[in-house]
Nanobody, 115 residues
Framework: QVQLVESGGGLVQAGGSLRLSCAAF????????MGWYRQAPGKQRELVVT???????NYAAFVKGRFTMSRDNTKNTVYLQMTDLKPEDTAVYYC?????????WGQGTQVTVSN
């Protein structure tokens, strides 16, 4: 059974930085891909970034070089480094993993960016 646990969210001022972590109970090197999504109040969940097993990444246009996804296979953890945060980045951020035909989600971590 795959479990994903996010951490690292919080309240930050505009222009600040946060690093989110997603610890996987399961070998992340086995996953077909992993990614970060977010959902703001009243909006649909949207892709932030995905990373294939080979390490290729696909970022949403709104990231514009501000966010970086990385992974540490030895710790079974992926990260999302977020810089130059804006109020519109306020959302619950979710970690997602795909293993063959199964998709797994974490519980989410709240990121709030104040003016």
């Amino acid at each position: 059974q795959v479990q994903l646990v996010e951490s690292g969210g919080g309240l930050v001022q505009a222009g600040g930085s946060l690093r989110l972590s997603c610890a996987a109970f399961g070998r992340i090197s086995s996953f077909n891909d992993m990614g970060w999504y977010r959902q703001a109040p009243g909006k649909q969940r949207e892709l932030v970034v995905t990373m294939t097993k080979g390490g290729s990444t696909n970022y949403a246009a709104f990231v514009k070089g501000r966010f970086t996804m990385s992974r540490d296979n030895t710790k079974n953890t992926v990260y999302l480094q977020m810089t130059d945060l804006k109020p519109e980045d306020t959302a619950v951020y979710y970690c997602r993993a795909v293993l063959w035909d199964q998709t797994y989600w974490g519980q989410g971590t709240q990121v709030t960016v104040s003016n």
